[in-house]
């Protein structure tokens, strides 16, 4: 009898202690989902920014919204942009420039003559320069022939002149130069006729 009253006043305080201390059900499992709310909304809001335009691409021009992968949009090399699909991003006009340089004859060489040719083509315009320096006194003349033909003169000063033929701007190019592309040979000549410089391309 002793020990049936004894279960029966344990009983309530064994129930009292396993519901202390747990609190409302859920409120840690809620607390720890706020905790991290912060960070999965922080990065919503980088992915909207980066789609709407506020981060902009790497060339300075703002993102154009969804679809847009930051890439600056390419252009060609002469600077015209892209046509579009089947554009292979080639100069519409190719240009092309080309170095020669002019080698002495031993009359050249007396006067320290050098000098070079510089050919230059972009689509239909053509440029031809032919500079020349020489230890001579001011006001010394040189003819210039390409491909055995007369093509201009160089009058010096401060020891150096260039002839520039070109076929734009209101000039038409000699027929020994016209294409430049053609010119295979030029020489350069003193007032007496004596060769001083000469090229072969």
Do not use: C
């Amino acid at each position: 009898m002793l020990a049936a009253l004894m279960l029966a006043l344990t009983l309530p305080v064994l129930a009292d202690s396993g519901n202390s201390g747990k609190g409302k059900p859920g409120d840690d499992t809620q607390q720890a989902d706020n905790s991290g709310k912060g960070n999965a909304d922080d990065q919503d809001r980088d992915d909207n920014d980066d789609d709407s335009g506020r981060h902009g691409n790497d060339d300075g021009t703002p993102d154009q919204g969804p679809g847009d992968n930051g890439a600056t949009t390419p252009g060609n090399d002469d600077g015209t942009p892209d046509q579009g699909p089947g554009d292979n991003g080639a100069d519409q006009n190719q240009r092309q420039r080309d170095r020669f340089f002019f080698g002495a004859t031993t009359s050249g060489m007396a006067i320290r003559a050098k000098g070079h040719v510089d050919i230059r083509q972009r689509g239909a315009r053509q440029k031809i320069t032919i500079e020349v320096e020489a230890l001579v006194p001011d006001g010394t003349t040189f003819v210039v022939f390409a491909n055995g033909e007369p093509i201009g003169s160089l009058l010096t000063m401060f020891g150096e002149d260039e002839l520039e033929l070109k076929n734009f701007d209101g000039q038409m190019l000699p027929a020994a130069v016209n294409p430049v592309s053609g010119v295979r040979r030029v020489e350069v000549f003193d007032a007496a006729g004596t060769l001083v410089l000469e090229l072969d391309l």
